[in-house]
């Protein structure tokens, strides 16, 4: 093996201060795994840590990016869960492992890689045994890139949290890696979606993929046409992207008594609705902050039962990180994945 291994760092907040540098291979300690980084997806936050820092004790340099997919090829002392050559995935929260994250009323919990903890976009990484899942047998280190905190975020709103049933109504807002995660997940437990876009192309793609409803939100409201489809009862699940004041439109949407998984902030983190329909519709509005390793681990395994591949929109080289940035400026269909080797 190398000495020495190419990783991103951030010497401030700011794409200007991003650098591609060549540092030591870290080496593995007590209870650690050295991974070697195949591939990395980016997210939403990746690109709003990187930008605006979102607050969070950023300790520089700082490597960005939470979401990695790679192979074990050393372990330290008393290290065991794995072994070398196993195929693995980070998680979004170190040390949530089931039930309720850590933290309280004052000091919500939010610690997490590529923030509180260093990233991944680095092409070895040492971390704690217990930050990492097995890989899905039937995806290749791209596609199980996408898992750690876009499809986990599709997973934990609609099965750990949601009880999505057959028959059930769910309503996606673009096509992006939680969407499309949201669609396939919907569709193989017989749910029916309707999702909705500002591009015909995607749209034609996402119901290619399986979408029973298409809206094309710059030609018809969108809440409109999910009334329209569902007769008038609304979405069971809503899968609120958006954020802001665009909560108002899914309590619009909602059906009585149905479900509104907070999940995006691209309007704003303050967010706004009618008390009238949130009283009397009674929905439940829950916000997801992704979700804990037992339930990665959960789809994990029905991923490897269903066959389900993500939808990948585009694969840059390492190098690429800046062009990679600049698609997610533009919105991609599906996810934007790195690649280390």
């Known amino acids: 093996m ?18 591609l540098t060549e540092v030591a291979i870290p080496k593995a300690r007590a209870g650690e795994v050295l991974v070697r980084v195949h591939a990395v997806s980016l997210n939403y936050r990746d690109k709003l840590v990187i ?14 990016g939470s979401d990695l997919a790679g192979e074990v090829v050393g372990m330290g002392e008393g290290a065991d869960r794995f072994a ?17 994250p850590a933290g309280d009323a004052r000091h919500p919990p939010y610690k997490t890689l590529g923030g509180a903890w260093p990233g991944v976009l680095s092409q070895y990484v040492a971390f704690p045994q217990d930050w990492f899942v097995r890989s899905p047998e039937t995806l290749d280190f791209v596609q199980s890139s996408t898992l750690p905190c ?45 999702i909705s876009s500002g591009d015909d192309e995607k749209l034609a793609r996402a119901v290619a993929l399986g979408a029973d409803l298409g809206v094309n939100r710059h030609d018809e409201d969108w809440v409109e046409a999910v009334r329209t489809f569902t007769d008038d009862a609304g979405a069971d699940h809503i899968l609120e992207l ?20 907070l999940i995006g902030v691209l309007d704003g983190f303050d967010f706004s609705g009618s ?67």
């Open 2 to 19: 190398a000495e020495t291994m190419k990783r991103w760092e951030m010497s401030a907040i700011g794409r200007e201060h991003l650098a």
């Open 51 to 64: 930008e605006t820092g979102m607050g969070l004790p950023l300790a520089f340099p700082f490597t960005p």
């Open 84 to 100: 070398v050559g196993d195929r693995v995935i980070s998680t979004f929260t170190p040390g949530w492992l089931d039930g309720r």
């Open 150 to 194: 876009a499809g986990l975020t599709a997973w934990f709103a609609l099965v750990e949290r949601g009880d999505l049933q057959s028959g059930q109504t769910v309503a996606l807002q673009g096509t992006g890696g939680v969407s499309l995660l949201a669609l396939q997940i919907a569709r193989s437990r017989g749910a029916r979606v309707v």
């Open 242 to 261: 958006v954020g802001g004041a665009h909560l108002n439109r899914s309590l619009e949407a909602v059906a009585v008594q149905g479900r509104i998984s």
């Open 275 to 341: 008390s009238g329909l949130l009283i009397t519709k009674s929905p439940v509005i829950q916000g997801i902050n992704v979700g804990h390793r037992r339930a990665l681990e959960d789809f994990v395994a029905e991923i490897d039962r269903i066959q389900l591949k993500p939808a990948v929109d585009t694969v840059y080289p390492l190098a690429e990180l800046p062009a990679a940035l600049d698609h997610l400026d533009r919105g991609a269909f599906g996810k934007i994945v790195i690649t280390l080797v």
